[in-house]
């Protein structure tokens, strides 16, 4: 067997992929990756800028988008499109817990006053990073496995109700549509419906593996079309300006109406659009018109309000434990301390 010689670009790239981390793309990142973890602190990470944009941002008036999702389903390739910066081709971030981009001098300047949280994919196995169950005879590790999936499933409800309850608008990131999704989904409607005031959410179907546009119309018309979560209606985009849609690439996406008493309820928007895969046919066609529609949204949303996001967590992560925990957490067992780490204070056992 001749082994390949490794040229200098595939070299250069399998050091881009190897010192690839999360925070080079995002100002903040809060270490949410265990309900229990929060007795010894959930971190907060900075980019080199990243502590003096969030004090710089913290009262600013935000449009808050939020973006969830299965595991490798595309959502940090989605936020990538949206602040124009492209990751090298095949390397993939891992979202930690709470991942947070600020908008820059140039997007305030535009207008786009758009604060982005990405959260970490639902749906991970289940790790023992202790390896504490190597230790344990099988009645110690089976409780054990018990509750690292309990704290598993509280912490992505956690993430899942603080995005979906804070953001004004929310992006759902899917592949080809499976069931697992359709239960997520299902849980993000609910939660959607029963929160106050005007709400809007966009469904992106990262349809990577597609490169015809053939393929694409055939799956609308076998799959989404026809699926027990949604029922779709086509739209044709327009805008009396000629210039502003091209010829021969998509202006089509598909929206859902839901009923209120009989009637349509205008409160929850949902809106889906199409990627494909941006280096062939199917994204040349539909990617440009989905990410510009959905900054058309971003820009134009006026409702804004401050968002200092570690206050937030704080108080979201309290509300959640009345529901969540036997125990409920109080204002005073959480506190921030200075660097900006969340702690429950000693003392509070159980909490799950």
Not at 65 to 70: D, N, P, S
Not at 91 to 99: A, D, H, Q, R
Not at 188 to 199: A, D, M, P, V
Request: hydrophobic share 35%.
């Amino acid at each position: 067997m001749i082994k390949k010689k490794q040229s200098k670009w595939d070299m250069q790239f399998a050091i881009d992929i190897k010192n690839h981390k999360a925070i080079e793309y995002y100002d903040v990142i809060v270490c949410i990756d265990s309900i229990l973890g929060i007795e010894s602190g959930w971190k907060v990470k900075y980019s080199e800028k990243g502590k003096e944009i969030y004090e710089k941002m913290k009262d600013k008036e935000l449009v808050k988008v939020g973006v969830v999702g299965l595991r490798n389903k595309g959502k940090s390739w989605i936020l990538q499109k949206f602040l124009n910066k492209d990751l090298p081709k095949g390397t993939s971030i891992k979202t930690e817990g709470l991942s947070i981009k600020y908008p820059n001098d140039e997007d305030i300047q535009k207008n786009r006053n758009y604060i982005l949280l990405d959260s970490a994919g639902t749906e991970e196995p289940l790790l023992d990073n202790d390896k504490k169950l190597l230790n344990m005879n099988q009645d110690e590790a089976l409780n054990q496995l018990e509750l690292i999936a309990k704290d598993k499933t509280s912490t992505e409800l956690f993430l899942q109700q603080f995005i979906t309850n804070t953001c004004d608008i929310l992006l759902f990131v899917v592949g080809v549509l499976t069931y697992s999704e359709q239960k997520l989904l299902t849980k993000i409607h609910t939660i959607l419906r029963h929160k106050k005031g005007y709400k809007k959410l966009f469904i992106i179907h990262n349809l990577q593996n597609f490169v015809k546009v053939k393929q694409v119309e055939d799956y609308l018309e076998e799959y989404l079309k026809h699926s027990a979560t949604f029922a779709l209606k086509e739209t044709i985009f327009t805008k009396t300006d000629k210039n502003s849609l091209d010829v021969g690439k998509n202006s089509k996406y598909f929206v859902e109406t839901f009923k209120k008493n009989n009637e349509d309820d205008s409160s929850l928007q949902v809106f889906h659009l199409i990627m494909a895969n941006e280096f062939d046919e199917a994204g040349s066609y539909y990617n440009d018109f989905a990410i510009n529609y959905l900054k058309d949204h971003l820009n134009s949303f006026t409702d804004i309000k401050s968002f200092p996001v570690i206050e937030k967590i704080k108080e979201s992560f309290i509300r959640f434990s009345v529901e969540a925990f036997e125990n409920p957490i109080h204002k005073e067992d959480v506190t921030i301390a200075q660097d900006l780490t969340i702690k429950l204070n000693p003392g509070k056992k159980n909490i799950i």
